[in-house]
């Protein structure tokens, strides 16, 4: 089985939470490095997939100012990554839906590529992105690449409540794809946190 091109897979970038620690704001449209953290992550999927939406229940006109399609939850009341998923996975037209979170902007330039690569070699449906952090491996699951003809099961496991990216995910067949760089991968929940990753970006890696 040979990896997915970049034509074949559309990317996503998940800007459809609460943002609650964050005190509710929309955390995709927070600034960072003077422009949205939801558009350095669309910014930086781009040149890794043939095609990107971005996935909001908020401030919609403001996203697609972005330039990019922008699908909502079809679920109510914001029930978490796996509702983006279903909706990426509904409106995408390629083979392959590879996701990122919008609030870690300085993730992996190849990290499409290399979630290619493992799935074509474990010939599994999903890749999952994982790290060490702390002597443990922790995986990253809203960067994952993903077959579309997932969603039937996907919306099915949503429809009896559970909400889980790893719960649904332990169920298919998936491998996990080791990145050595965790700092690639870190997130503001906080906007203390969004400040430390600005304060980072700065630093000489």
């Known amino acids: 089985m040979k990896p997915p091109a970049p034509q074949d897979i559309t990317g ?3 800007a459809g939470g609460r943002g609650s620690r964050m005190g509710g704001v929309d955390k995709g449209l927070q600034p960072y490095l ?7 992550a669309l910014q930086r999927l781009a ?3 043939g095609t990107v939406l971005i996935n909001a229940n908020r ?3 403001r996203y697609a100012a972005f330039g ?7 679920l109510p009341d914001h029930p978490g990554p796996l ?3 279903a909706a990426g996975l509904a409106r995408c037209r390629s083979d392959y839906l590879v996701s990122v979170p919008c609030d870690s902007p300085q993730f992996p330039l190849d990290l499409v590529a290399r979630l290619a690569a493992g799935l074509a070699a474990e010939q599994a449906d999903i890749a999952m992105a994982s790290i060490v952090e702390d002597g443990a491996v922790r995986s ?9 003809s997932l969603l039937a099961d996907l919306l099915q496991f949503l429809r009896s409540g559970e909400r889980k990216v790893e719960r649904w995910t332990a169920t298919q067949r998936c491998v996990r794809v080791h990145f050595d760089d965790a700092a ?4 503001a929940n906080t906007l203390d946190e969004l400040q430390q990753l600005q304060r980072r970006a700065g630093e000489p890696r």
């Open 12 to 14: 996503i970038v998940l």
């Open 34 to 40: 003077g422009q949205p953290l939801a558009l350095h």
């Open 47 to 49: 040149p890794q997939v």
């Open 59 to 61: 401030h919609l006109d």
């Open 68 to 74: 990019v399609p922008v699908c909502s939850d079809a």
């Open 83 to 85: 509702a983006g998923l």
């Open 140 to 148: 990253q699951p809203v960067f994952c690449l993903l077959r579309r």
């Open 184 to 187: 690639a991968f870190a997130n």
